[in-house]
C-alpha cells in the first residue's frame, strides 16, 4: 500500500514581535498574568499590507525546498484558515497565483486550529488513493485583525503565523502517515466563535459596534474540553494501532495554551520532554500552530527515521483530531 510521507516543512512569522510588557501599555493585564496563565510571552503581528495568503507563501516556499519540489510540480493545495484574505475567494487561490503553481487545484478548508490536521487527512488520503503525488498543506492565520482590542481575556493570546507541509507517497511501509482520527462537535460552538459578518448576523453597523466581528471566547470552556478530547483522541489513534503511550516519541501539538498540552501529556502518562513547545514565542497562531511546531523540531533535528511521531489540535467548532507518523 502507498503511504504518504512529510517530504518538506517550513513556517513564517512576521518580523513585528508585540510582548506582554507591549500589551501591558495597551490594556489592563500584566506579563505575569498572562505567562502564568497561558505561557504565552509574547507573540508575532503582521505588518501593515500583509495579508494571510502573503504569510503562507513565504512558508510554503521553505516546505517546497525542503522537498526538492517545484510549485509547477504540486498537484493540489490546501489552506487551513479563518482568516483569509476576503471572504471569496479562497486564501489558497491567492496562493497557488503567487506561488506559480499552475497545475495544482487549491481550495481552503475551515476548522478553526484544527485546519492544518483537517488537510493533513485529506491530502493523506488524495496520495493513498493516487489521486495526487505532491500535496502542499498550509496553515495561515492573521489573528491579530480578528481579535477584540479592548478583550484583555483574549486578546493576549493570539499571533499571526503560518505553517507548511509537503505530502508526497512513499512506499516505505515503515515511514509516512499511520493513521488519522477527526472529530467535530456543533453543540459546543458557542464557546469559541466569531458570531457576526455572516449570514445570520450580516456585516451591519449594529455588528461592528457590537464587535461582533470579532473574537469571542469561554476560556474556561474551552480549556474543559480541549484537555478531555485531546486525551481521548490521542489514545483513539494509540489503540486504534496497537500502541500504548510509551511508544510516542515526539508529540506536536497545536498551542493555544501551554496548560492544556502539559496537561493532556501528564494525564497520558508521556514526559513533557517529548512535547515541542514554542507557544512562549508565537502565541496562539490556530491553525499556523501545528505545522510550525513540527517544521522547528524537524529542523532542529529531533524527529529521527523511525520515530513515532503524535500529533493533535482542536479549535472552535469543536473540532479536533490527531494523527500518528512514522519519521
Given at each position: 500500500?502507498?503511504?504518504s510521507h512529510i517530504l518538506g516543512t517550513g513556517a513564517y512569522a512576521p518580523s513585528r514581535i508585540l510582548t506582554?510588557?507591549?500589551?501591558?501599555?495597551?490594556?489592563?493585564?500584566?506579563?505575569?498574568?498572562?505567562?502564568?496563565?497561558?505561557?504565552?510571552?509574547?507573540?508575532?503581528?503582521?505588518?501593515?499590507?500583509?495579508?494571510?495568503?502573503?504569510?503562507?507563501?513565504?512558508?510554503?516556499?521553505?516546505?517546497?525546498?525542503?522537498?526538492?519540489?517545484t510549485p509547477a510540480e504540486l498537484d493540489m493545495i490546501i489552506v487551513g484558515t479563518i482568516s483569509p484574505d476576503?471572504?471569496?475567494?479562497?486564501?489558497?487561490?491567492?496562493?497557488?497565483?503567487?506561488?506559480?503553481?499552475?497545475?495544482?487545484?487549491?481550495?481552503?478548508?475551515?476548522?478553526?486550529?484544527?485546519?492544518?490536521?483537517?488537510?493533513?487527512?485529506?491530502?493523506?488520503?488524495?496520495?493513498?488513493?493516487?489521486?495526487?503525488?505532491?500535496?502542499?498543506?498550509?496553515?495561515?492565520?492573521?489573528?491579530?485583525?480578528?481579535?477584540?482590542?479592548?478583550?484583555?481575556?483574549?486578546?493576549?493570546?493570539?499571533?499571526?503565523?503560518?505553517?507548511?507541509?509537503?505530502?508526497?507517497?512513499?512506499?516505505?511501509?515503515?515511514?509516512?502517515?499511520?493513521?488519522?482520527?477527526?472529530?467535530?462537535?456543533?453543540?459546543?460552538?458557542?464557546?469559541?466563535?466569531?458570531?457576526?459578518?455572516?449570514?445570520?448576523?450580516?456585516?451591519?453597523?449594529?455588528?461592528?459596534?457590537?464587535?461582533?466581528?470579532?473574537?469571542?471566547?469561554?476560556?474556561?470552556?474551552?480549556?474543559?474540553?480541549?484537555?478531555?478530547?485531546l486525551q481521548d483522541v490521542i489514545l483513539e489513534a494509540l489503540a486504534a494501532n496497537g500502541l500504548k503511550p510509551?511508544?510516542?516519541?515526539?508529540?506536536?501539538?497545536?498551542?493555544?495554551?501551554?496548560?492544556?498540552?502539559?496537561?493532556?501529556?501528564?494525564?497520558?502518562?508521556?514526559?513533557?520532554?517529548?512535547?515541542?513547545?514554542?507557544?512562549?514565542?508565537?502565541?496562539?497562531?490556530?491553525?499556523?500552530?501545528?505545522?510550525?511546531?513540527?517544521?522547528?523540531?524537524?529542523?532542529?533535528?529531533?524527529?529521527?527515521?523511525?520515530?513515532?511521531?503524535?500529533?493533535?489540535?482542536?479549535?472552535?467548532?469543536?473540532?479536533?483530531?490527531?494523527?500518528?507518523?512514522?519519521?
Open positions: 500500500m502507498t503511504h506582554n510588557h507591549d500589551l501591558e501599555k495597551i490594556i489592563n493585564t500584566s506579563d505575569a498574568w498572562i505567562v502564568e496563565r497561558t505561557g504565552i510571552k509574547q507573540r508575532h503581528i503582521a505588518a501593515d499590507g500583509e495579508v494571510t495568503s502573503d504569510m503562507a507563501v513565504a512558508a510554503a516556499r521553505k516546505a517546497l525546498e525542503m522537498a526538492e519540489t476576503m471572504p471569496m475567494p479562497s486564501c489558497a487561490v491567492f496562493v497557488q497565483a503567487k506561488l506559480g503553481a499552475t497545475r495544482a487545484f487549491a481550495f481552503d478548508l475551515s476548522a478553526a486550529c484544527a485546519g492544518s490536521l483537517y488537510g493533513l487527512t485529506i491530502a493523506d488520503q488524495f496520495i493513498r488513493s493516487g489521486r495526487a503525488k505532491r500535496v502542499l498543506v498550509i496553515g495561515a492565520e492573521l489573528l491579530s485583525r480578528l481579535v477584540d482590542w479592548e478583550d484583555r481575556s483574549s486578546c493576549v493570546l493570539f499571533g499571526d503565523a503560518a505553517g507548511a507541509m509537503v505530502l508526497g507517497p512513499t512506499p516505505d511501509p515503515e515511514r509516512g502517515l499511520i493513521s488519522t482520527h477527526l472529530h467535530s462537535d456543533g453543540t459546543a460552538a458557542g464557546a469559541l466563535m466569531i458570531p457576526g459578518g455572516g449570514s445570520k448576523h450580516p456585516q451591519s453597523e449594529e455588528v461592528l459596534a457590537k464587535r461582533m466581528n470579532k473574537i469571542a471566547m469561554n476560556g474556561r470552556e474551552v480549556y474543559k474540553y480541549a484537555t478531555r478530547a510509551g511508544a510516542i516519541d515526539h508529540v506536536i501539538s497545536h498551542q493555544a495554551n501551554v496548560r492544556i498540552v502539559e496537561s493532556v501529556v501528564d494525564r497520558l502518562g508521556i514526559p513533557r520532554e517529548k512535547c515541542w513547545l514554542n507557544i512562549d514565542r508565537y502565541g496562539n497562531t490556530s491553525s499556523a500552530s501545528l505545522p510550525i511546531s513540527l517544521d522547528e523540531a524537524n529542523r532542529a533535528g529531533r524527529l529521527k527515521p523511525g520515530d513515532l511521531v503524535a500529533m493533535m489540535a482542536i479549535g472552535a467548532g469543536m473540532a479536533w483530531g490527531s494523527a500518528l507518523l512514522r519519521w
